[in-house]
C-alpha cells in the first residue's frame, strides 16, 4: 500500500501521496496542496523543495555520493572522457563507438562561430570578466540561429542547437580570453580532441608550434567530467525555470551562466585561489583566517567550503585534492597555495564551528590549484565550471521539455501594505 502524508488544518484532515525515488528518496507531492486546503507552502531558498523528478543526477548529501545515469562519479573521471560523459547526460546512455563518432564529428563540424561575432569581442574592454562575455556571446548566438527560437521545431533541429552549444562554447570561451591578452584569436582544428583543442584555442600563439602536456589534457578533463552536472544546483534551476518559458537553448543557458558567476556558487572556485593568496601573502596564518571565518561580524567565509547539499565530503573534492598532488607532481609544480588548502581544511575539519554546521571542501576547495597549475588564469576559472557544466544543464532542460513540464511560477506570501489610496504629492 502506498504511503500517504496527513496535513491537518482547521480540524479537517488532508492526505497527499508519498512518491519514492529510484534510490529511495521520499516526497510529499502537494501538487494539490491550494487547490484542497487553499495554503501553500513556504520553503526560502527551496531548502526542503523538489522543483521536479530527475533520471540525470543523483547525489547523497549525507553519504557523499554522486552518480551520473547511474555511474559513480569515481569511475567516470578515471576512465571516460567529457565528451563521452556528455553524451551519457544528455541522451542517457555510454556511447556506443559508432554514437560516439557521430556526436564527436558533428561537434567538430561546429566550433566556429560566425565571422562577425567577432566584432562583439572587440567591443569590450581587456578587463572585461570573461563570465560576462560567455553569457552575452551564448546568447547572440540565438541571432544567428532565428530557427532556434521556434520552441516547436523538431529533435532534429533541437539537438542541431545541442551540438552547437557544445563545440562553439570553448570556442567563444578562449576568444574571451583572448580578447582580454589582445593577442590573436586562434582558430579551432578539428583533428584535436575536445579538451586539446580548447587549450589550443587558449594558449596557441600563431608564431609557434604547440604542444600540450598530456597530463594537462588529462587534468582539464577530469575537471570537466567532475563538473558535467550536479542535479537541481542553483544555475541548472535557473536553465530549468528559463528553459520552462520556452525561451531558445542559448537564451536558457546564458542564464544559466549568469547565475554560475555569482561567488556563492560557481564564482567560488575563483573566490577560493584570492582567498589562498591573501592568506599567503597575509604570512600564511591559517588559525587567523578560520577564526575570521566563524566570526559573525566578520564578512570573511571559507570560501570553497560548505554546501547545501553535502554535509560530508563532496565527493568530487576527493577526486580533486588526489588529482592535485599527482598534476602538481607531474608537471613539477610547487604552489605554496596547495599547502596553505590542505592546512585550512585540517584546522576547519578539527574545528567544532565547522563540525557543527557539517562544512566540508566543496568541488571548488582544489580546483583552482589545478586550473592554476595548468594555466588556466584565475578569471577564468568559472569561464571552466561553465564548460565542465553544459551538458548537465542542456540534459536538464531536454528532460524538462521532453517531459512537457508547465512553466515555473512560484508562489509567495504577501507581507506589504494591505491598502492604501493614492495622495498627490504636494500633499505626501
Ligand atoms: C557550488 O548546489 C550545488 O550543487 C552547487 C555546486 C554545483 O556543483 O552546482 O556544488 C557548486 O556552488 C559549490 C558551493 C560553492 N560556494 C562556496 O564555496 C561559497 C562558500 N560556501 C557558502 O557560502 C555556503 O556554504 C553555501 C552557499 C555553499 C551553502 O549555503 P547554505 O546551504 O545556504 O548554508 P548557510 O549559508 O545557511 O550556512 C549554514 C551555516 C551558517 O552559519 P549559522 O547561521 O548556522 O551560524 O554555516 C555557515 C553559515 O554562516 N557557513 C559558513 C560557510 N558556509 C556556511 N561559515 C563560514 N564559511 C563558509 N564557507
Not at 508519498?18 to 531558498?45: F, H, M
Not at 561546429?110 to 565571422?115: G, I, R
Not at 586539446?196 to 584555442?201: A, C, E, G, V, W
Not at 576559472?381 to 553544459?390: D, E, I, Q, S
Amino acid at each position: 500500500m502506498s504511503e500517504i502524508a496527513k496535513i491537518e488544518l482547521g480540524g479537517k484532515v488532508f492526505e497527499f501521496p508519498v512518491i519514492t525515488g529510484t534510490e529511495n528518496e521520499k516526497a510529499i507531492d502537494i501538487s494539490n496542496l491550494r487547490q484542497d486546503t487553499g495554503y501553500i507552502t513556504l520553503d526560502t531558498g527551496y531548502k526542503n523543495t523538489g522543483a521536479t523528478t530527475s533520471a540525470i543526477t543523483f547525489l547523497d548529501g549525507e553519504e557523499g555520493i554522486l552518480k551520473y545515469r547511474g555511474y559513480g562519479i569515481e569511475e567516470l573521471a578515471e576512465k571516460a572522457t567529457f565528451i563521452e560523459v556528455a553524451y551519457l547526460l544528455i541522451y542517457g546512455n555510454l556511447p556506443t563507438q559508432d554514437q560516439l563518432n557521430q556526436f564527436r564529428d558533428s561537434i567538430t563540424k561546429h566550433t566556429l562561430v560566425h565571422e562577425d561575432m567577432k566584432q562583439f569581442f572587440e567591443a569590450y574592454p581587456a578587463k572585461a570578466h570573461p563570465m560576462g562575455v560567455l553569457a552575452s556571446m551564448v546568447c547572440s548566438l540565438s541571432t544567428f540561429y532565428p530557427e532556434s527560437l521556434d520552441p516547436h521545431r523538431s529533435a532534429e533541429a533541437k539537438n542541431l542547437t545541442i551540438h552547437r552549444l557544445i563545440a562553439k562554447l570553448p570556442t567563444l570561451a578562449a576568444w574571451a580570453y583572448k580578447n582580454s591578452t589582445r593577442h590573436p584569436f586562434m582558430y579551432p582544428k578539428n583533428e584535436f580532441d575536445y579538451c586539446k583543442n580548447f587549450l589550443y584555442m587558449m594558449f596557441a600563439m600563431p608564431t609557434e608550434d604547440f604542444n600540450v602536456d598530456p597530463v594537462v589534457v588529462d587534468a582539464l578533463n577530469k575537471l570537466l567530467i567532475l563538473h558535467a552536472d550536479h542535479e537541481q544546483n542553483c544555475s541548472t534551476s535557473t536553465v530549468r525555470i528559463v528553459g520552462s518559458s520556452q525561451a531558445n537553448l542559448y537564451a536558457t543557458i546564458s542564464a544559466g551562466i549568469s547565475a554560475l558567476w555569482g561567488p556563492l556558487h560557481g564564482g567560488a572556485n575563483q573566490e577560493v585561489i584570492e582567498m589562498l593568496e591573501k592568506i599567503h601573502n597575509d604570512g600564511g596564518d591559517v588559525d587567523k583566517w578560520v577564526a575570521k571565518a566563524k566570526d559573525k561580524d566578520d564578512s570573511f567565509r571559507l570560501m570553497g567550503f560548505g554546501h547545501r547539499v553535502y554535509k560530508n565530503f563532496d565527493p568530487r573534492a576527493k577526486i580533486i585534492k588526489k588529482a592535485c598532488d599527482d598534476i602538481l607532481e607531474k608537471l613539477g609544480v610547487n604552489d605554496p597555495l596547495l599547502a596553505i588548502a590542505k592546512r585550512l581544511e585540517q584546522v576547519a575539519l578539527e574545528d567544532e564551528y565547522f563540525k557543527a554546521r557539517n562544512l566540508y571542501p566543496n568541488v571548488d576547495f582544489y580546483s583552482g590549484i589545478i586550473y592554476k597549475a595548468i594555466g588556466i588564469p584565475t578569471e577564468m576559472f568559472t569561464v571552466m565550471f561553465a564548460l565542465g557544466r553544459l551538458p548537465g544543464w542542456i540534459a536538464q532542460w531536454k528532460e524538462m521539455t521532453e517531459n512537457k513540464e508547465p512553466i515555473g511560477r512560484p508562489r509567495q506570501i504577501y507581507t506589504g501594505e494591505v491598502l492604501r489610496t493614492y495622495v498627490p504629492i504636494e500633499k505626501r
